[in-house]
């Protein structure tokens, strides 16, 4: 079974641009969570998707938005892209996304850097 | 909110020797704890979680977690440490949101060090 895989693996963007990640669980999952990890804060939670909707979402500005498809594919989006937005981005994968009984599955990762 | 606090940022170990890492939490319900260990350049990998079924939960790798409520306490321990251990581990607690549905909330980890 392939695992989580998130696409690019890297990125480098300028301040005021904007930016996509790429997600696609784990055949069969259909809970999609996206954390974002820096050396200072360590991982933060973004969002939650489940069948498409946003199920639960961290305390990120407006900036940070994300979408979920039919076949569980996952997106996120960052808007007008500032330096603090440097970080590597995890995604993580679950049947249903209940985290108290499920494995979560986590990506590799896109490292984006903002210059 | 449910919170972790990490006790270092980085525990440096030889190899062989006792690997202790720290985790308290903060919860207003009983809690459900994880470890989770990144390797370099990879996801996070569950290394153990506690549901209540036991307060010694045994996990990947031979790493082992007691669950201690008197001191709000979940350390990871390995009675031997190995070269291949060496990456950085998180404790993460379960926190309900408005929504009612759970996330996990992560601590800022630690980066184990293992030298020969």
């Known amino acids: 079974k392939a695992g989580v895989t998130q696409t690019p693996r890297y990125l480098i963007k300028t301040r005021g641009q904007q930016v996509t990640l790429s997600c696609s669980p784990i055949s069969g999952h259909r809970s999609v969570s996206w954390y974002q990890q820096t050396p200072g804060q360590g991982l933060q939670f973004l969002f939650e998707?489940?069948?498409?909707?946003?199920?639960n979402k961290g305390n990120f500005p407006g900036r940070f938005s994300g979408r979920q498809f039919s076949n569980s594919r996952s997106e996120m989006n960052v808007s007008t892209l500032e330096l603090g937005d440097s970080a590597l981005y995890l995604c993580?994968?679950?049947?249903?996304?209940?985290?108290?009984?499920?494995?979560?599955?986590f990506g590799s990762g896109t490292q984006l850097s903002v210059l | 909110a449910q919170s972790v606090t990490q006790l270092g940022s980085h525990v440096s170990v030889s190899e062989g020797a006792l690997v202790l890492l720290r985790c308290n939490y903060s919860?207003?319900?009983?809690?459900?704890l994880f470890w989770y260990v990144q390797y370099p350049n990879q996801g996070l990998q569950l290394l153990l979680k506690y549901t209540s079924a036991a307060t010694l939960v045994k996990g990947i790798n031979g790493f082992e977690a007691e669950f201690k409520k008197s001191e709000t306490s979940f350390h990871l321990t390995k009675p031997s440490a190995h070269m291949s251990d060496a990456a950085e581990y998180f404790c993460a607690v379960s926190d309900t949101s408005v929504s009612g549905y759970s996330t996990l909330t992560f601590g800022k980890g630690t980066m184990l060090l293992v030298s020969p």
């Open positions: 993580a994968s679950s049947p249903v996304g209940r985290v108290t009984d499920e494995k979560l599955f």
């Open positions: 998707y489940f069948s498409e909707t946003q199920r």
């Open positions: 919860s207003s319900v009983p809690p459900y």
